[in-house]
């Protein structure tokens, strides 16, 4: 069975580009969720998606946004670069629909350095 | 507010020490943490769990512990090998069902 596929791994971009990362969760699960990760905050949470409806956002600003798939696909969306946006973007799935039941299941990461 | 940290930012163990890391919590809510393995270039990877309704879980090698009374867990690891070598993050639910909120981490060393 597949795991989480991340893509791209690794990408450089320059301040005021945008960037899409995207994200496939193992089959059969309905829940994405997206984290960042940096060395001085450690790892965050973005937004968690269910069925294609966002269930719950962090603490980002409005220049991360996200959307999931009807196959359970998501990708999100970092518009109008900063240099602190440079991070490791970590994308996790779940089987349970009621959330936070069980394991969530991490991709590699895509790692966004921002120039 | 909520916030999750670790006691030790490092740990170095010798090859066949038990091994363990301490995490403290602040959020009352919480009832759900789970501990996760990070190595070198790889994504977080699920280690055990552990329910607010429990103060104890054992895995392979592994122990969590739970003290609600001081908001305190702990993942003990025995027989530490060298492959245990990675960041360990604990993280805790603050009572959602969608999200998480980590650790800083501890970077754990094993010297053979």
């Known amino acids: 069975k597949a795991g989480v596929t991340q893509t791209p791994r690794y990408l450089i971009k320059t301040r005021g580009q945008q960037v899409t990362l995207s994200c496939s969760p193992i089959?059969?699960?309905?829940?994405v969720s997206w984290y960042q990760q940096t060395p001085g905050q450690g790892l965050q949470f973005l937004f968690e998606y269910f069925s294609e409806t966002q269930r719950n956002k962090g603490n980002f600003p409005g220049r991360f946004s996200g959307r999931q798939f009807s196959n359970s696909r998501s990708e999100m969306n970092v518009s109008t670069l900063e240099l602190g946006d440079s991070a490791l973007y970590l994308c996790?799935?779940?089987?349970?629909?009621?959330?936070?039941?069980?394991?969530?299941?991490f991709g590699e990461g895509s790692r966004l350095t921002v120039l | 507010g909520e916030s999750v940290g670790l006691h030790l930012p490092t740990l170095s163990v010798q090859e066949g020490d038990n091994s363990i890391i301490n995490c403290a919590y602040s959020n009352s809510a919480s009832d759900y943490f789970i501990w996760y393995k990070q190595e070198s270039g790889k994504g977080p990877q699920f280690i055990i769990d552990i329910r607010s309704n429990m103060d104890k879980r054992q895995g392979q090698r592994v122990t969590v512990l739970l003290n609600k009374t001081v908001k305190h867990l702990s993942l003990q690891i025995a027989a530490t090998q060298p492959g245990d070598s990675a960041v360990y993050f604990c993280?805790?639910?603050?009572?959602?069902?969608?999200?998480?909120?980590f650790g800083k981490g501890t970077l754990l060393t094993v010297n053979p």
């Open positions: 089959s059969g699960h309905r829940s």
């Open positions: 993280a805790e639910n603050g009572g959602s069902n969608y999200k998480l909120t």
């Open positions: 996790a799935s779940s089987l349970a629909a009621g959330g936070l039941k069980g394991e969530l299941f």
